[in-house]
């Protein structure tokens, strides 16, 4: 279950998390969640509201599903999740959990969890009442500021990607760090196809 508060890391224990805001985006599904500035917890934040459209913002967990998981005939289904108070990470294992709440009003049991891995993590999300449900995974990664320089510098690799990748796999595992929009990985990538590098400042 999901607790507030939280006491800090165990001496010996993996260092706490990433702070800020973490997204992910797929046919059919938006997910966000805010790590606060300790990152030892989830902490509710303007930044997350994938489903602005329902609801008032700032959630700590964000997630909207449209026709995309499974419901108890195994067909697609959606629903909309939003939790709006801490969550602690557990960091010994890097992951978090919050399973049946309830919204005000609502008959509706609604379940998260996720583990995070560097900068990516990735989890279940559920919604349940009487005798239906629906289950779907996510992945969400770091948000980075996407400003010009950033955005220079990830088209220098999709450039790159479209030049040496001709095998389509290739070119969509490259694109998508593209997609991410972080400079850094982007150089890191870049940097990995020699034939591609940019000149080094003189």
């Known amino acids: 279950m999901g607790g507030a508060g939280g006491a800090g890391a165990a001496p010996g224990s ?8 973490w997204e992910g985006e797929a046919n059919g599904l938006r997910v966000c969640f805010y790590v606060s500035e300790d990152g030892l917890r989830l902490t509710k934040s303007p930044e997350c509201d994938v489903a602005a459209q329902s609801k008032a913002g700032s959630q700590s967990y964000d997630i909207t599903v449209d026709l995309v998981g499974t ?12 939790f709006d108070a801490d969550v602690v990470i557990d960091q010994e294992t890097s992951s978090f959990a919050v399973r049946g709440f ?6 509706v049991e609604l379940s998260f969890s996720g583990e995070l891995t560097g900068k990516s993590a ?13 289950q779907v995974g996510w992945a969400a990664s770091v948000s980075t500021a996407c400003d010009e320089a950033a955005i220079e510098t990830c088209l220098d690799l999709q450039d790159c990607c479209r030049a040496i ?7 969509e595992s490259c694109n998508s760090v593209v997609l991410q929009c972080d400079p850094a990985e982007c150089l890191r990538v870049l940097a990995g196809y020699p034939q591609c590098a940019p000149e080094p400042d003189l």
Do not use: K, T
């Open 165 to 171: 990748l001709v095998n389509p796999v290739f070119f």
């Open 71 to 82: 419901d108890e005939n195994g067909d697609p289904c959606s629903f909309e999740l939003g």
């Open 122 to 134: 990735s989890g279940v999300a559920r919604s349940e009442s009487a005798n239906s449900f629906c």
């Open 14 to 21: 993996a260092p706490a998390q990433i702070p800020g805001l």
């Open 102 to 107: 309830r919204p005000a009003g609502s008959d």
